[in-house]
């Protein structure tokens, strides 16, 4: 079944311990893209992969990072969580670029305390 | 600044009765936009885009979205609303520039409750 998986689903950390969710796609996708959303405010991106070794900066990179070292899997680092960064994430792909569709994954609910 | 507005948080339509959820963007040059909708406790799933081509624009689960560039919108509509319409649904268009290809800027999301 073609999907994008996530791991973990819910996680609560404190804050200052580095954390990593894993994104993964198994549609051989160029383009991936981590996505967080919080209430009044939709979807805010984070980061964005146009293909392997390819990142980039979304609209709201700070804090988070990103690599891109197989097609397949773009984790996203929390290198000092915060409570600010408190939110629902997302990982999308995309064949190629935003002329296609976006399949997204089902979520990452993290909590900062 | 590019952006985009949907300027209703909710909307309100009984079954049956047509429904449009308004959607309107301000991006320098040709957009790409793009309609998705989320079910509770769910990611987001592809409704429909527009890059090019036919302003009429249709899409999954009999929706269709209108693209007015010069009234900068694309708003979604659908003749007849189902109850298992309801939901969360996002507008979102493609930043212009060579540099931005890759970036998607999203509206806050209208939730569309549709009664029996």
């Known amino acids: 079944e073609a999907q994008v998986t996530q791991n973990p689903r819910y996680l609560i950390t404190v804050t200052g311990k580095k954390l990593t969710v894993t994104c993964s796609q198994n549609m051989n996708h160029e383009y991936m893209s981590w996505y967080r959303q919080d209430p009044g405010l939709g979807l805010r991106q984070i980061y964005y992969?146009?293909?392997?070794?390819?990142?980039d900066k979304g609209d709201v990179p700070e804090g988070y990072k990103v690599s891109r070292k197989e097609k397949r899997n773009f984790p996203l680092i929390l290198e000092s969580p915060s409570p600010n960064q408190t939110s629902l994430y997302f990982c999308a792909s995309s064949l190629g670029g935003l002329t296609y569709e976006q399949y997204f994954g089902p979520g990452t609910r993290l909590t900062v305390t | 600044a590019q952006s985009v507005a949907q300027p209703e948080d909710q909307v309100n339509v009984a079954e049956g009765n047509p429904l449009t959820v308004k959607c309107t963007y301000s991006?320098?040059?040709?957009?790409?936009l793009f309609w998705y909708v989320q079910y509770p406790n769910r990611g987001l799933q592809f409704l429909l885009k527009y890059i090019t081509g036919d302003n009429l624009v249709k899409g999954s689960y009999g929706f269709e979205a209108e693209f007015n560039k010069s009234q900068t919108s694309f708003h979604l509509k659908k003749p007849s609303a189902l109850v298992s319409d309801s939901a969360l649904y996002f507008c979102?268009?493609?930043?212009?520039?060579?540099?931005?290809?890759?970036?998607?800027?999203f509206g806050q999301g209208t939730t569309l409750q549709v009664k029996p």
């Open positions: 991006v320098s040059g040709n957009p790409y």
């Open positions: 979102a268009v493609r930043a212009h520039g060579s540099s931005n290809t890759g970036k998607l800027i």
């Open positions: 992969s146009m293909n392997v070794e390819v990142t």
